[in-house]
Every structure is written in structure tokens, then in C-alpha cells.
Nanobody, 126 residues
Framework: QLQLVESGGGLVQPGGSLRLSCAAS????????IGWFRQAPGKEREGVSC????????????NYADSVKGRFTISRDNARKTVYLQMTNLKPEDTAVYYC???????????????WGQGTQVTVSS
């Protein structure tokens, strides 16, 4: 059974850092692009970052929302079946539930993904 499990969320002060993990089971991570999304209370889910599936023909491309460029970094470790989202210089507006998702192509739209995790809460507050 294909499953994605997020971890690493928590409470952090503004300017702090967190690293989120997305652990995959039940499928070969190499074949999927992975995206990170977030949803704040009262707001729609938005794409944060994505990383393409592995392969010689596709290389490894990444994409970021403008709001997180220069602060967030996505990476993947296929051997560990895990994708990471390193978040630095966090701001109160980054507060949200963060989800990872698996799909065929790297995009920041929800429609690009078929499988979703349950989410992990990130709260940025002093």
C-alpha cells in the first residue's frame, strides 16, 4: 500500500529553521516527483516546492514558490525513500500544515499529484 508520512514539524521562533521529512513506503520513490504543499487556517492549499523523479533523462529539477525561494530547499534520498524540505529564516506567515505528495511531474499545482500524506503542523511564533 502506497503511503507517505510527514514528520519534523513543530513550534519555532521567527528566523528559526526546521527540516521536514516525507517518508515513502509501498512504492519506488525514484519513479515519482514529490511536492510539498501547505495550508494555513482559512486559506487554500498552496504549492511550496517540488522535485522531479529520478532518471538520466529527466535529471533532477526543483521548483519553489516565490514566497519561499532562497529560504527553503528540497532534496531527496531515494535509498532512504525520503524527501526533505529544509526551511530556514522562517516567518509567521509560514505557519501551516505541510503536506507531501507523490505524482508524475514536478509542479506546484495539486492536480499534479495522486498520493498525499496526512500532514505535519509548522507553527512560527515568538
Amino acid at each position: 500500500q502506497l503511503q507517505l508520512v510527514e514528520s519534523g514539524g513543530g513550534l519555532v521562533q521567527p528566523g528559526g529553521s526546521l527540516r521536514l521529512s516525507c517518508a515513502a513506503s509501498g512504492f519506488t520513490l525514484d519513479y515519482y516527483a514529490i511536492g510539498w504543499f501547505r495550508q494555513a487556517p482559512g486559506k487554500e492549499r498552496e504549492g511550496v516546492s517540488c522535485i522531479s523523479k529520478s532518471g538520466r533523462s529527466t535529471g533532477r529539477s526543483t521548483n519553489y514558490a516565490d514566497s519561499v525561494k532562497g529560504r527553503f530547499t528540497i532534496s531527496r534520498d531515494n535509498a532512504r525513500k525520503t524527501v526533505y524540505l529544509q526551511m530556514t529564516n522562517l516567518k509567521p506567515e509560514d505557519t501551516a500544515v505541510y503536506y507531501c505528495a507523490a505524482g508524475i511531474s514536478c509542479g506546484l499545482g495539486s492536480k499534479d499529484y495522486n498520493y498525499w500524506g496526512q500532514g505535519t503542523q509548522v507553527t512560527v511564533s515568538s
